[in-house]
Nanobody, 123 residues
Framework: QVQLVESGGGLVPAGDSLRVSCAVSGLTFSSYTMGWFRQPPGKEREFVAAIMGNGRAAYYGDSVRGRFTISNDNTRNTVYLQMNSLKPEDTAVYYC????????????????WGQGTQVTVSS
């Protein structure tokens, strides 16, 4: 049974940093692409970042490039999203996703999802 469990969300002031984590079990972590999506209140889900299983390539959404960094730890089967210079518009539920060969920016192409973690950035 595949499980993705996010943690690390919270309430932070604008300009601060936060790191969210996603612990993965039930699949061969190094063989999967891992991704982060987010859904702001009242809006559609959007792509945030993704990283290949071997860690050699990472991709970012336009709104977070240069501020967020995705990384993975194959020894811990965990993917991280380091978020710096947070803005109120980054407020959303952040979801972790996994797939062996996703269309990176297309949420419906990802097979496995976590339950989400809330990130709130105050102005």
């Amino acid at each position: 049974q595949v499980q993705l469990v996010e943690s690390g969300g919270g309430l932070v002031p604008a300009g601060d940093s936060l790191r969210v984590s996603c612990a993965v079990s039930g699949l061969t972590f190094s063989s999967y692409t891992m991704g982060w999506f987010r859904q702001p209140p009242g809006k559609e889900r959007e792509f945030v970042a993704a990283i290949m299983g071997n860690g050699r390539a990472a991709y970012y959404g336009d709104s977070v490039r240069g501020r967020f960094t995705i990384s993975n730890d194959n020894t811990r089967n965990t993917v991280y999203l380091q978020m710096n210079s947070l803005k109120p518009e980054d407020t959303a539920v952040y979801y972790c996703a996994a797939d062996s060969a996703p269309s990176i920016r297309v949420g419906s192409s990802w097979s496995y999802w976590g339950q989400g973690t809330q990130v709130t950035v105050s102005s």
